[in-house]
């Protein structure tokens, strides 16, 4: 059992450097590099993974889980709940937009099997964090619900929405517009 494990280990590791080296591009890593890079053989890999794409979306998952868990937004005065919430909603989506295949992976992965432990959940409770102390926590958690899920439909849709709604993800003053106003969508103002 324990060989197994660390089998297992070795493949998702060597993976991840592959993932790294290659800038986050699962097409560039192909199954028998994984292997070389682990010294095991091919087969292991379905043993273990039943795919080289389920392989890759179990490090992409781990990945981003590191990245939310260390996520620590600016420490700046606000003015305002929409204005701190906006920040920090503008530094998960330029996260996004900077390494859109592994993000796009993480919350496709995370729309398949949606969990309490999922990315987008733990993102959720993170942002839950920018708006004010005197919500309940209920409408907390609901606010960061609906302002991560469209922040995803957004980004997965990026063509759409800029054909649609005229704002251009790779541009980072479209990113900020489209955020702010969707934060003032959500929290109109400060009582």
């Known amino acids: ?12 590791s060597a993976t991840m450097e592959l993932l790294e080296a290659s800038s986050g591009h ?12 682990a010294g095991v053989g091919v087969g292991l890999i379905n043993y273990h993974f039943r795919s080289k794409e389920l392989l890759i979306q179990e490090c992409v ?31 998960v989506f330029d996260f996004l937009t900077e390494n ?5 992976i993480s919350i496709l992965g995370d729309m398949q ?16 964090y920018a708006i004010r102390e005197t919500l309940p926590d209920s ?3 609901w606010l960061s619900f609906l302002l991560v899920s469209v922040m995803q439909v957004a980004f997965l849709g990026s063509d759409a929405c800029r054909e649609r709604l005229g704002y251009d993800f790779t541009k980072p003053e479209d990113r900020r517009a489209f955020l702010s106003r969707l934060v003032s969508t959500l929290i109109p103002s400060n009582p």
């Open 100 to 104: 859109r295949a592994i993000s796009r």
């Open 1 to 12: 059992m324990q060989k197994s494990i660390e089998v297992k280990e070795k493949l998702i």
């Open 61 to 91: 998952q781990r990945v981003i889980e590191q990245v939310v868990s260390r996520f620590k937004p600016k420490q700046t005065q606000y003015e305002s709940d929409q204005e701190r919430l906006t920040d920090w909603a503008a530094q």
């Open 26 to 37: 699962p097409d560039a890593v192909t199954t028998r590099a994984i292997a070389e890079k």
């Open 113 to 128: 099997e949606y969990s309490i432990q999922s990315n987008s959940v733990k993102t959720q409770q993170g942002l839950s």
């Open 139 to 141: 409408e907390k958690q």
